[in-house]
T-cell receptor, first 116, second 114 residues
């Protein structure tokens, strides 16, 4: 069964450093998302992406964050200058474009980011 | 108005029992209500979902009950099994532009005792 994959599974970085989290969505999906989950808290929406542009973003997704689809398979989240409070599990998700299907979002296993 | 409130925070059920998790929302523009199951160290996995034009949806041991007038929906797990022990999140989304953002509840940690 197709699945969303994410790399790396864990990343430790120093405060102020840039990190890039990578995702490979399900191959025929055209809607892409990033969510984050701070330890013990709920999953929070960051950004959605469709047709090579941001569709929606939350208040969390400030100028330090950016997303990109550099090729036909990868979808990346970049944090330019990490802060301690960026420590969280970051989930990528994707959904199909077919009518009645795009609501169903499939999540990857996540990247656990720890900022020291 | 974007919040989805979920209860209880944790739930302990005996094997074979019924697990019930409740959620409430405020935004009447929400039109899709999924439940996700999450095991430790894994991403959320879609369990079952409902749209507001029906009051109940059943898939195997999992049932969503939906009360549009009360703006509430709940997940019932019949014949709960130890393998069901996980964190369950309700969520809601609305049609807005081209993609949809999910608004999640705070999660319920379910433990099913053998």
């Amino acid at each position: 069964e197709p699945e969303v994959t994410q790399t790396p599974s864990h990343q430790v970085t120093q405060m102020g450093q840039e990190v890039i989290l990578r995702c490979v969505p399900i191959s025929n999906h055209l809607y892409f998302y990033w969510y984050r989950q701070i330890l013990g808290q709920k999953v929070e929406f960051l950004v959605s992406f469709y047709n090579n542009e941001i569709s929606e973003k939350s208040e969390i997704f400030d100028d330090q964050f950016s997303v990109e689809r550099p090729d036909g398979s990868n979808f990346t989240l970049k944090i330019r200058s990490t802060k301690l409070e960026d420590s969280a599990m970051y989930f990528c998700a994707s959904s199909d474009r077919q009518a009645g299907m795009k609501e169903t979002q499939y999540f990857g296993p996540g990247t656990r980011l720890l900022v020291l | 108005q974007q919040q989805v409130k979920q209860s209880p925070q944790s739930l302990i059920v005996q094997k074979g029992g019924i697990s019930i998790i409740n959620c409430a929302y405020e935004n009447t523009a929400f039109d899709y209500f999924p439940w996700y199951q999450q095991f430790p160290g894994k991403g959320p996995a879609l369990l079952i979902a409902i749209r507001p034009d029906v009051s109940e949806k059943k898939e195997g041991r999992f049932t969503i009950s939906f009360n549009k007038s009360a703006k509430q929906f709940s997940l019932h797990i019949m014949d709960s099994q130890p393998g069901d022990s996980a964190t369950y999140f309700c969520a809601a989304s609305k049609s807005s532009g081209s993609a949809r953002q999910l608004t999640f509840g705070s999660g319920t940690q379910l433990t099913v005792l053998p």
